[in-house]
C-alpha cells in the first residue's frame, strides 16, 4: 500500500509561511488526484485544496483561497502545500490524501474521495 508522509509543520507567528511537504512512497503518485486536509482540536477534518494528476484542476476551500497553494512535484512523488499569511484559525493538523482515481480530470473535497492518508503533520499559529 502507498504510504504518505508529511512534514513540514511546526510553530510560527501570525502572518508568517509555511511549507508542507508530502512525499509518496511509489511513482504510481504521478496517476493521481492529491489532496491537503486538516483538522482543529474539537473540529471535523475538512478540506483544503487538491490536485488532479496533472495539474491542470486545483480546488482550494474558501478560508484558504488566496493564501495557499497547492503543488506537485511528479518527479519528486511530493505535493506540496505553500501557506501564507497565516492566521491563527489556520491552526491545525494537516494531512495530505490520495484519490486512486486513474487520471481524473477533476478533484474531489470530500474526506470519503481519498483512498489512503498520511499521519498529519500539526501547524500551530500564535497570535
Known sequence: QVRLVESGGGLVQAGD???????A???TF???????FRQAPGKEREFVAAVNWSGES?????SVKGRFTI????AMNTLYLQMNSL????TAVYYCAA????????????ESGYDSWG??????VSS
Not at 58 to 62: K, V
Open 30 to 36: 504521478s496517476n493521481y488526484a492529491m489532496g491537503w
Open 17 to 23: 509561511s509555511l511549507r508542507l511537504s508530502c512525499v
Open 58 to 62: 486545483i480546488n482550494y476551500s474558501e
Open 87 to 90: 492566521k491563527p484559525e489556520d
Open 25 to 27: 512512497s511509489e511513482s
Open 71 to 74: 503543488s506537485r512535484d511528479n
Open 99 to 110: 484519490d486512486w482515481t486513474w487520471r481524473s480530470s477533476f478533484t474531489r473535497h470530500y
Open 119 to 124: 499521519q498529519g503533520t500539526q501547524v500551530t
